[in-house]
């Protein structure tokens, strides 16, 4: 059985929830091209979408790119298909391949783009760079009989409510009595129609995030005994995990600036950095930020770091930095394709647990416009 592309792209915004990407117009997240209205037999990972992608995923019978650079950048006027970006356009909708985009919220997820790149260059226990928003949350109360209120709490809590800190599996319970009075067109699980009953139950309480809010109602749904199920959800002035651009972190074994931009080309998989520093500066806190992130060097420094790692720096706010005392390494912009067989692993899985026999391909082409001579 093939999934739906709604299917696909549920599991991807598990990864990726779209409430984390920026709120700015100009970053395009979400379908551009094509339609889910279809079964995926073979999803293709790319960083960027050119006509060699293209190419590629049509050899490989791809019926879906999810890709983390747009290929639509501003609204269209105009679609000609003798220019190159009408061309991909063209070839796309002939080939019937849908589009797909995941980039500020992959790169802002829990366990994405900066995750994944601060795992590789030895970052531990990473933290935003610039924090941009913490996830809401609520606090879930439900009533349920006594006789259910393992199977509910279960549910709930296996549904991913309950997580403080490092505990999981949180909950606070108390006994007491629930009445009730079953009218005409019932059918109650406990007592008779037009006779008031009371009935032990358990009030169970816990905390949800914002992001699982639905999925953890629905668990606790399906799992309650009752026809009309009695809860409650509350917003806290607590709030739940940090997101926001890049991450910080002290490195797993201090080295010289020179030796870390080794660490960067050698993890990173790039021929070639651009260092701004005294080579033989020793590095204890590092960050990092996918992309083009070199204005956030202030942020960087604010936050202990002695190396920012990112792309696309250029020449005044190289010298910027450098007079502020913090160092950068530029692996540059396509040093982000680490995401793809990142992203195409993680989908796989999902599809795999759910007996899905959708496919997970990552694309081979490197699309790194630049060449060092």
């Known amino acids: 059985m093939f999934a739906k ?10 990864l990726a929830p779209k409430h984390l990407a920026y709120p700015d117009d100009k970053d395009r997240i979400g379908l551009q091209l094509g339609t889910l209205q279809k079964e995926i037999r073979t999803v293709m990972v790319a960083l960027d979408v050119n006509e060699e992608v293209v190419d590629e995923a049509i050899q490989a019978g791809a019926d879906l790119i999810i890709a983390h650079h747009a290929i639509i950048f501003r609204p269209l006027r105009h679609i000609q298909t003798d220019s190159p970006a009408g061309k991909v356009y063209e070839r796309l909708i002939k080939h019937d391949i849908a ?5 500020t919220n992959l790169d802002n ?39 259910h209120a393992d199977q509910v709490r279960e549910a709930v809590l296996n549904a991913g409510a309950g997580s403080i800190g490092n505990y999981s599996h949180c909950s606070f319970n108390v006994d007491g009595t629930g009445t009730f009075l079953p009218q ?10 037009g006779k008031m009953e009371q009935a032990a139950e358990v009030r169970i309480e816990t905390i949800v995030p914002h992001g699982i809010r639905g999925s953890v109602i629905q668990a606790m749904l399906k799992a309650h005994p009752y026809e009309e199920v009695a809860y409650d959800v509350y917003p806290l002035d607590l709030k739940g995990k940090a997101y ?15 030796a870390f931009a080794q ?13 701004v520093g005294d080579p033989d500066r020793i590095v204890k806190k590092a960050a990092v930020i996918g992309g083009s992130g070199s204005r956030y060097y202030q942020a960087a420094r604010f936050r202990g770091a002695d190396v920012l790692v990112t792309g696309d720096v250029d020449y005044h706010t190289a010298q910027d930095a450098l007079a502020a005392g913090i160092a950068l390494i530029d692996p540059g912009h396509n040093a982000e394709k680490i995401m793809k067989a990142k992203v195409a692993d993680w989908l796989q899985e999902q599809l795999g647990k759910h007996r899905y026999d959708t496919k997970v391909i990552a694309s081979a ?5 630049f060449r060092f001579m």
Do not use: C
């Open 244 to 258: 926001g651009l890049g991450r910080t972190g002290k490195l797993e074994s201090e080295m010289t600036l020179a």
């Open 99 to 103: 589009v797909y985009i995941a980039h």
């Open 5 to 14: 592309g709604q299917t696909v792209i549920q599991y991807m915004e598990q």
């Open 263 to 275: 660490v960067v080309k050698e993890k990173l998989d790039v021929p070639h950095v651009r260092v």
């Open 109 to 147: 997820a829990e366990w994405g783009m900066n995750d994944w790149m601060a795992e590789a260059l030895g970052i531990q226990n990473p933290v935003p760079v610039d924090e941009t928003q913490r996830e809401q949350l609520y606090k879930l109360v439900v009533f349920v009989p006594a006789t």
């Open 365 to 369: 082409v490197n699309t790194e416009p």
């Open 184 to 193: 005409e067109g019932t059918n109650p699980f406990l007592g008779s129609v």
